[in-house]
């Protein structure tokens, strides 16, 4: 996985919790992104971060912060889960010619 | 909306035969294309990558790239039963120096019968 870990790698909660899924990259790479992939859905960009002290929105933002901490670092916090966010979440890092994926984080919203 | 379209297969091919998979994009502004092969349960793995027109080979793998057509396809060549996995089709339009993420095609089930 080039160089991208993910923290924690599962994780169960309950509909309101909140938790922070952790992501770092060890490539250099200026941007950063975090995609969700659902059955029949596919991966869809949840936020990326451009460069250190940017970030935007992506695809489907709703219900996710997101904090580029340094260049190393690009975390996703959910404020109160839903069932709805039940998903497997993949970090990644690189360019506009490459993106190296994490693990993932497998998340189950009861 | 950009779309990336592909056909969810599964498809099925001999060991040792040519194995294509195709795919189709709706953004004509897109610049960069991608696959990414994943075994069930793990991350994406990038496998080739192709910016201009024509064919790209990598080993066993052939990206072809038809930007008037809008379309991306990959032949892997001799096909191994550990080439089974969902092979991703990527896109990315380079707006903005291209940092904004890629948009992802449902991906293609691929198995090789032995």
């Known amino acids: 996985n080039a160089g991208v870990t993910q923290t924690p790698k599962f994780q169960v909660l309950k509909t309101g919790q909140s938790m922070t899924l952790q992501c770092a990259q060890d490539?250099?790479?200026?941007?950063m992104y975090w995609y969700r992939q659902d059955p029949g859905m596919g991966l869809r960009l949840i936020y990326y971060s451009a460069s250190e002290g940017t970030t935007d929105k992506g695809e489907v933002p709703n219900g996710y912060n997101v904090s580029r901490l340094n260049k190393r670092e690009f975390s996703l916090r959910l404020e109160s889960a839903a069932p709805s966010q039940t998903s497997v979440y993949f970090c990644a890092g690189g360019t506009a010619y490459t993106q190296y994926f994490g693990p993932g984080t497998r998340l189950t919203v009861l | 909306q950009k779309e990336v379209e592909q056909n969810s297969g599964p498809l099925s091919v001999p060991e040792g035969a040519i194995a294509s998979l195709n795919c189709t994009y709706s953004d004509r502004v897109s610049q960069s294309f991608f696959w990414y092969r994943q075994y069930s349960g793990k991350s994406p793995e990038l496998i080739m990558s192709?910016?201009?027109?024509g064919d790209k080979e990598d080993g066993r793998f052939t990206a072809q790239l038809n930007k008037a057509s809008q379309y991306v396809s990959l032949l892997i060549r001799d096909s191994q039963p550990s080439d089974s996995a969902t092979y991703l089709c990527a896109v990315n339009p380079l707006r903005g120096g291209g940092a904004d993420g890629l948009t992802f095609g449902k991906g293609t089930h691929l198995i090789i019968q032995p």
């Open positions: 192709i910016y201009s027109n």
């Open positions: 490539m250099n790479h200026n941007s």
